[in-house]
């Protein structure tokens, strides 16, 4: 079968600054974006789905990990998730990639099966995949084919701006509701229902030593 030139595309928030609603210290909050985003790199790197991955940060760190996976940096200023996406379009429109899915940095529980199978479903042109967050109040995987089929909306908070932006575009939308892809880790609250749920033990007892 003829398979898709695809990337993965992670825009990636200077560690110091992210997860204002964590309340631990500010090295504990690095210490987690740290662990959070080199496992979301673990598991899309080993997606069968996925060619290459693209990290849009300012962050040194990020890269210093990223490059661990041979990914391609696009440097930031960090002006917002939506132009970080931008800057990765323009990347893949120039080495002609036929689909992107935007993944966010807090995402660690999703499974590099859950990568394939989202993917699975993006069967033709001009179509537009969405998971959203567990509380659909995000967007946690963006899958878009072709890649600058859509400017994300990102900074608008529901991911019904998401959708309507893609219904704008496309007759091919749709919304998958894949459930270790809808956790993302803002809260404490998240922190620990992920703990609970302890789907991959290893990672969280890393988490657990930095928070508990």
Same mark, same amino acid.
């Given at each position: +079968?003829?398979?898709?030139?695809?990337? +993965?595309?992670?825009?990636?928030?200077?560690?110091?600054?992210?997860?204002?609603?964590?309340?631990? !210290?500010?090295?504990?909050?690095?210490?987690?974006?740290?662990?959070?985003?080199?496992?979301?790199?673990?598991?899309? !790197?080993?997606?069968?789905?996925?060619?290459? %991955?693209?990290?849009? !940060?300012?962050?040194?760190?990020?890269?210093?990990?990223?490059?661990?996976?041979?990914t391609v940096e696009i440097f930031d200023d960090?002006?917002?998730?939506?132009?970080?996406?931008?800057? +990765?379009?323009?990347?893949? #429109?120039?080495?002609?990639?036929?689909?992107?899915?935007? #993944?966010?940095?807090?995402?660690?529980?999703m499974k590099s099966s859950d990568i394939d199978?989202?993917?699975?479903?993006?069967?033709?042109?001009?179509? %537009? %995949?969405?998971?959203?967050?567990?509380?659909?109040?995000?967007?946690?995987?963006?899958?878009?084919?072709?890649?600058?089929?859509?400017?994300?909306?990102?900074?608008?908070?529901?991911?019904?701006?998401?959708?309507? +932006?893609?219904?704008?575009?496309?007759?091919?939308?749709?919304?998958?509701?894949?459930?270790?892809?809808?956790?993302? %880790?803002?809260?404490?609250?998240?922190?620990?229902?992920?703990?609970?749920?302890?789907?991959?033990?290893?990672?969280?007892?890393?988490?657990?030593?930095?928070?508990?």
């Amino acid at each position: +079968a003829y398979s898709l030139k695809t990337c +993965a595309i992670i825009p990636v928030k200077t560690f110091s600054e992210a997860k204002t609603r964590l309340d631990i !210290s500010k090295t504990q909050k690095e210490e987690i974006c740290k662990a959070m985003l080199e496992e979301v790199l673990i598991t899309v !790197s080993k997606s069968r789905s996925i060619d290459k %991955i693209i990290l849009v !940060s300012k962050d040194e760190s990020a890269f210093k990990l990223g490059r661990k996976f041979n990914t391609v940096e696009i440097f930031d200023d960090e002006s917002g998730v939506n132009h970080a996406v931008y800057l +990765a379009d323009q990347y893949t #429109f120039d080495n002609k990639y036929d689909c992107s899915v935007i #993944f966010p940095q807090d995402i660690p529980t999703m499974k590099s099966s859950d990568i394939d199978n989202l993917l699975g479903f993006c069967k033709s042109e001009n179509s %537009i %995949i969405i998971v959203p967050s567990r509380q659909l109040n995000g967007t946690n995987a963006l899958v878009r084919r072709p890649t600058n089929i859509m400017e994300t909306q990102y900074d608008r908070g529901s991911y019904t701006f998401q959708l309507d +932006a893609a219904n704008i575009v496309s007759q091919k939308v749709s919304v998958a509701l894949i459930r270790r892809i809808m956790l993302d %880790i803002d809260d404490e609250h998240d922190l620990t229902f992920m703990l609970n749920q302890n789907e991959k033990p290893d990672f969280c007892k890393v988490i657990s030593k930095f928070c508990c």
